[in-house]
């Protein structure tokens, strides 16, 4: 998609870090936005930054599908049409996987894959019957291609988010849709998801802490040696305007992606991966 003057963008998790670099540089290219977050005060500043006039704001969870298909009938009802659809809202939990309960892995797969495949339920159709140009951006994760290190719930819902975009790619390729699709596959990024616990629902409480205690220190210092948020949206717009499929926010990852695949030619565990 070419040309993104005028057109209208949905963006979830917009209320900080990658959402909110999203939003406001998709404003910058001139924009209409739909901003969608759990986050109220968040979205009102995310709106603000944006500038006055460029977007509408609704509390969505996107883990509720009745909630994103109100989102969707309120950004087609009152922009008239959606050409850009982010799928960005996410959450993180460290913690080795033969620790983690039941809660753990319906919050993880609520937000970070549920939120993924309700959006796209609601909006792509609609989207395709409008017979134009449009993009869908699918907020993964590195760790959805390498795996995450004491976080393996995070990493089953990113790995299953992955495999959505990608079969959402090609199935819209199949039926010949104008519609194009990156899976945005971040790293370390100066975001707050290091502390998404702050926004787990009272109904999936945390039942048990990190049986790693080193690895919120080093979540802790991953973020902090990160790449800011709004480098990570100039790499989403440049592949939006050149169609590719896949963003990896690091130079080390892909070669990171080769190490593994080496790895399962021979029949090895694929090595621990390093986010610098």
């Known amino acids: 998609m070419r040309e993104l003057f005028g057109k209208v963008a949905v963006v979830t998790g917009a209320a900080s870090g990658i959402g909110r670099a999203l939003s406001v540089r998709l404003a910058a290219e001139g924009m209409s936005l739909m901003l969608a977050d759990v986050d109220p005060g968040g979205l009102a500043e995310t709106a603000e930054l944006a500038g006055n006039g460029k977007a509408l704001t609704q509390i969505t969870d996107v883990s509720d599908e009745a909630s994103v298909h109100h989102l969707a009938d309120r950004a087609f009802g009152e922009l008239g049409a ?20 039941p809660e753990d892995f319906s919050w993880l797969l609520g937000v970070n894959l549920w939120g993924v495949l309700h959006g796209i339920q609601a909006f792509v159709p609609r989207m395709i019957e409008q017979d134009t140009e449009g993009h869908i951006v699918n907020t993964v994760s590195v760790a959805g291609l390498l795996g995450a290190p004491s976080a393996g719930g995070y990493a089953v819902s990113k790995y299953a988010a992955y ?21 945005l596959c971040p790293g370390g990024v100066r975001t707050r998801i290091n502390h998404s616990e702050q926004v787990r629902p009272a109904g999936l409480s945390l039942a048990r ?3 790693d205690p080193e690895a919120q220190e080093r979540l802790d210092a991953a973020v902090e040696r990160g790449i800011e948020p709004e480098r990570v949206a100039d790499l989403v717009v440049e592949a939006i305007h050149e169609e590719r499929f896949l963003v990896l926010t690091h130079p080390d990852y892909g070669m990171g992606l080769r190490r593994q695949t080496d790895a399962l030619l021979t029949g090895g565990i694929p090595p621990l991966p390093a986010y610098e």
């Open 209 to 211: 802490g990190s049986d």
């Open 82 to 101: 959606v050409h850009l659809l982010c799928n960005n809202a996410g959450v993180f939990q460290r913690g080795h996987m033969w620790t983690r309960t």
């Open 163 to 183: 495999a959505a975009t990608q079969s959402l790619a090609q199935d819209l390729a199949a039926v010949g849709s104008r519609l194009r699709v990156t899976a």
